[in-house]
């Protein structure tokens, strides 16, 4: 399919993405998920797709169907979906293709977007803010909407992307190997990040001691956990928390309770301070 052919204007395929870029992460439906989003960042583009009234409908019906991925690189599905709707108004395709691609493109678009957005860009830039922040330095004010216009551009290219390249876009990058690769590097710095971020403002330390009787001198606790190992009661922490997320769920509220539960009789106590 060449650039001449195509029935959407960019400034069309725009109007889909800001609509999905707004709703994608905000509004789903307890039943299907970003359905109602990806219809509604459709719905414009379809009518001028389908003049017919019953064709419109079905097509607004198949966008209706379950469907959930990653926002924003999530967003060359709706380019992608775009391009393959037209190629059904022309006959080339039937709604049953549309709708399998989608399904099957959901979940490893969920992967790469999860990783390079959520595990990786967000937490470098957020850690970067925390950084200044804690500084005082009104330089972190920056980083928060940077995230947003960060993710708004990359998903404005990749809305693009898709529709220019059909459903052939993201076969593509995932066969090159390309994607795989970043993925994995993205994956080793969001680790790498979260150590770091973990080991600088996760702070826990013991007060407690212990009194030589020969010689009266006192011998710190902490003093000896730092020798052995610097760090160590921070990451227990860290330790437990993922245990706890891996074994009773990512209950964010109960797990903050507890943190403050342990930290208050703890600090009562003088075991932590």
């Not at 992608?80 to 709708?99: F, H, Q, R």
């Not at 404005?156 to 052939?168: A, F, I, M, Q, V």
């Not at 013991?206 to 009661?233: C, K």
Request: glycine fraction near 10%; hydrophobic fraction near 50%.
């Amino acid at each position: 399919m060449t650039e001449q052919k195509r029935l959407l204007s960019k400034k069309e395929v725009n109007q889909s993405h800001l609509i999905w870029y707004l709703a994608a992460e905000t509004n789903n439906s307890y039943e299907r998920l970003q359905a109602p989003s990806f219809c509604a960042a459709m719905a414009r583009n379809l009518r001028k797709i389908y003049p017919n009234d019953e064709d419109y409908k079905e097509a607004l019906q198949r966008h209706l169907e379950f469907y959930n991925t990653e926002g924003t690189i999530g967003s060359v599905v709706v380019g992608i979906a775009l391009a393959m709707e037209e190629e059904k108004a022309k006959g080339n395709l039937t709604g049953d293709v549309i709708t399998g691609i989608k399904l099957g493109l959901m979940g490893p678009i969920a992967g790469i977007g999860d990783t390079l957005i959520w595990g990786m860009s967000k937490a470098i830039l957020l850690g970067l803010a925390c950084t200044f922040a804690l500084q005082g330095s009104p330089i972190a004010l920056i980083f928060p909407p940077m995230f947003s216009i960060l993710i708004f551009v990359l998903g404005r290219y990749t809305c693009n992307l898709g529709y220019k390249l059909g459903s052939e876009a993201v076969p593509k990058l995932l066969k090159s190997g390309t994607m795989n690769t970043l993925i994995t590097a993205a994956s080793v710095l969001g680790l790498f990040m979260m150590g770091a971020l973990s080991a600088s403002y996760v702070k826990v330390a013991t007060p407690l001691n212990w009194v030589i009787s020969s010689t009266g001198a006192a011998i710190g606790l902490q003093a000896n956990l730092d020798a052995i190992l610097p760090g160590m009661l921070q990451l227990l922490a860290i330790f437990g928390i993922y245990w706890y997320f891996t074994h009773k769920g990512q209950n964010y509220i109960k797990l903050v309770l507890t943190i403050l539960l342990i930290s208050i009789v703890a600090a009562f106590f003088g075991i932590l301070g």
